[in-house]
């Protein structure tokens, strides 16, 4: 499915790309490249999807310099890529026509921060680390965590999620409102300020999650969160997959506001235990985090140790303090790079699947069973609380049988996760990984955004090849 | 802005919709209704606003129904009209330019409730009190609460929010996905089930809130959740606005997760105090709910009391059992007919608008400044924890001097709203009431929405004159 998707769509002409690159480099100077490794290094993501190259890499610092490029481009049917930290998973910055990368790096400005309003206002090129460390001494922060150090223009423009969502929801809860450059240069504000508004369509959510295909990001607005009094985490392991998926089930069930739990199965305990030097049970494992006020955290933990308890969950290891916490947590964030040290010199391949929580165990134990069907050594993590697992495929790209195998235990997961009712993909998106996956996913819904795209992108010039085939 | 619009829109031409109604007849039988009686209630909301009679009424009871009607419409360009309960306040269901309404009040079975993934799919007829019936028996309930006992479908048209929106969200956080009848009759579904998901364009939100103008909703599936295990409410009288509104921020920026925070000035005490017999003092007061387990409850009871006592607020009034509370929350529930007994005789011209909270009781102090130099009487309600709050002017419609001053109010409450960041209205949505100040909150943003609107109703047959002016 993705292989070479670039060859099927045509660039635009020649001298189309070399007045666009002239006239942008007129209002931006050294600021637009063309050097071949900045070219490649932006064409490129976390991904193993195949990379490609843009034609230009503009760096821009104001939404004016946004809707110069955009003209520029415009106006010779030149494509346009945004670009925030290229750490997406499905594809989504390889330029597949060519064109021209618009880099917001340099718009990394926190421009206001309500802390009567507990919302901000930042540039897309603010990543969420520095977010956090701008609202510190404010006693506030922002939740949403991917597991990269993500622009939060690129966040919103792949709705992305994490750890923290099962509380306080994706980029989708907590966008209050965006400033875009659509398609042919104009500037909109999506929503005001109002935490809450029935004016009209829902634009600022029809941009979340667009993938840059209707416009450029260049300013958002965010919900923030107090930090809370008291934050407590925990480790607990199950006997089986079951167990641990019931004991999630049962606390979201018993209304308990877990800020975070997330699952790791046995393969994915053993990379831990070998990576990180840790002596946890190789067996299904569950991480906690509780937010709250003292007593308020001091009763969930109560709670999920008596469901755990039931459930077979034994030696529960807690942490209160910062730097336990950070030691407790470093197992599920090197989770990626404990999963690779497995396999010695492979790739990751990591895909991903949301499922109504009641099949998760189900969904997560037939596609166990196919990767062991498959002879391919696959971990599992899981935002467990929102029914989002992912799987990492250690392979060799260079192995067109193994490729082939992860495709099809991957392609088995995402029709698997279909009629459970679930969605293809739960946090990294669609990309032009997961394109047919979609289809697959919404049938004639993918035609209602078809029909969006072509209203508001009509020469198709934004991101060209994603999320719908034109 | 509300007089007589539908003069000004071209209605189709006679033999089409009597071609429409005979095709629509064939299929419903008598389920069609060219009554004048009940085209005319059909053609009107709860609102001020000049009502509209459709030129039949389609009572549809399934998804296949809906459908024949809309391709019996569509062929011919004859308008659509969704209807659920007409509970709407801005003119929505006005058939501005005739055709046919389809009134889902029969389609109005629970289809499936999803206990352990908290979720549940309805009939768009179904009712909110319906559906919390329904759910009762077990342990679960669905928040969102208009005053009105409204229809789910119609809720998810208008984006509906109410007083619990503080801690669970309005229609746009709490709508999983749709089953919709487009204006060409294809049938989609928004999203599957999953809790999130990352999969395209977000049609489920472009579709929460569209107000009929995209298609007709045939099918909700809404999020759930467990009926907390304690729930407790209070009133607390305050020497000032500023007082009420500073304790309300204080509460948001704690971190508490109060389930309700509702605000009546001194007007709308005094209403409620003669309407229903109480004797609280006539001062602006908050009323408050809290949900969560017992000991969470005395913490956030706890809290909260200390807040309202360093802002001078004072004798609090507890409820804790069932009855205490609903008697305690008769006085908000009931303060519409209890402003309308202020004055017998008048109309009710109810409007609301939603700021940043920082800037609500300047907002709220400027608007009532207004309303005692317009002349006129008008108590102010509000869901202060978003912002939003609730103007009703106690007018005599026939009194158009009255009606231009009320006018002048809004208009003017409105823009300052704007000029806050605010939006035009937090929860009763456009219809044609409020389409010109659409326009000045969202500018170009509005022309985006008419391009959505013209991408998937070339025709502009669905709900035509609201929203958007084509």
């Not at 400033?179 to 104009?186: E, H, N, P, T, Y």
């Not at 996760?417 to 969605?423: K, P």
Request: hydrophobic share 40%.
């Amino acid at each position: 499915m993705s292989a070479m998707p670039a060859l099927k769509l045509s660039r635009p002409a020649d001298d189309a790309v070399a007045g666009a690159l002239a006239e942008i480099r007129a209002a931006l100077g050294d600021r637009l490249s063309t050097v071949a490794a900045v070219r490649e290094q932006h064409g490129k993501d976390e991904s193993y999807h195949a990379a490609a190259a843009p034609d230009g890499v503009a760096f821009a610092q104001s939404v004016e310099e946004v809707q110069a490029i955009v003209r520029a481009c415009a106006k010779r049917d030149v494509p346009i890529v945004p670009y925030g930290t290229g750490t997406s998973l499905e594809g989504h910055v390889a330029a597949l026509k060519g064109g021209v990368c618009i880099d917001v790096s340099q718009m990394n400005k926190v421009l206001r921060v309500g802390a009567e309003d507990l919302d901000v206002t930042v540039q897309p090129g603010v990543t969420r680390k520095q977010l956090n460390e701008h609202l510190r001494d404010k006693g506030l922060f922002f939740p949403i965590d991917p597991g990269a150090d993500a622009s939060l223009g690129g966040m919103t423009a792949t709705r992305a999620s994490g750890t923290n969502a099962v509380r306080y929801g994706t980029m989708r809860e907590n966008v209050l409102s965006l400033q875009v450059v659509l398609a042919d240069g104009r500037v909109i504000r999506t929503a005001k300020r109002a935490k809450k508004s029935a004016a009209g369509y829902d634009l600022t959510r029809l941009f979340v999650g667009s993938e840059g295909t209707l416009g450029v990001i260049t300013e958002v607005t965010l919900r923030l969160y107090g930090i809370p009094e008291a934050i407590s985490a925990a480790v607990c392991s199950f006997p089986s997959l079951a167990a641990a998926v019931d004991t999630v089930i049962q606390t979201i069930q018993a209304g308990v506001p877990i800020a975070r739990i997330e699952l790791l199965d046995e393969v994915q305990m053993r990379a831990v235990n070998s990576y990180s030097k840790f002596d946890y049970p190789e067996t299904p494992t569950l991480f906690f985090e509780f937010h709250g006020t003292t007593s308020g955290v001091a009763e969930q933990i109560e709670m999920v140790e008596a469901i755990a308890g039931e459930k077979g969950g034994a030696n529960f290891r807690w942490a209160n303090k910062p730097e336990e916490r950070s030691r407790l947590w470093e197992a599920r964030h090197k989770a990626y790079y404990a999963a690779l040290s497995l396999r010695p010199g492979c790739k990751g391949w990591a895909t991903d699947v949301c499922v109504p929580i009641s099949r998760l165990a189900e969904c997560i134990l037939e596609t166990k069973k196919d990767i062991q069907e498959s002879g391919l050594l696959a971990p599992i993590v899981g935002h467990v609380g929102d029914g989002n697992f992912h799987l990492s495929f250690l392979i060799d790209p260079n192995d067109p049988d193994e490729m082939r195998r992860a495709g099809a235990v991957k392609d088995k997961m995402v029709m698997r996760a279909l009629s459970m009712d679930g969605t293809c993909t739960g946090e990294h998106g669609i990309g032009y990984g997961k394109i047919d996956l979609l289809q697959a996913e919404l049938g004639d819904g993918v035609s209602v955004m078809r029909q969006i795209k072509q209203a508001l992108d009509p020469k198709g010039i934004m991101n060209p090849g994603k999320i719908v085939r034109m």
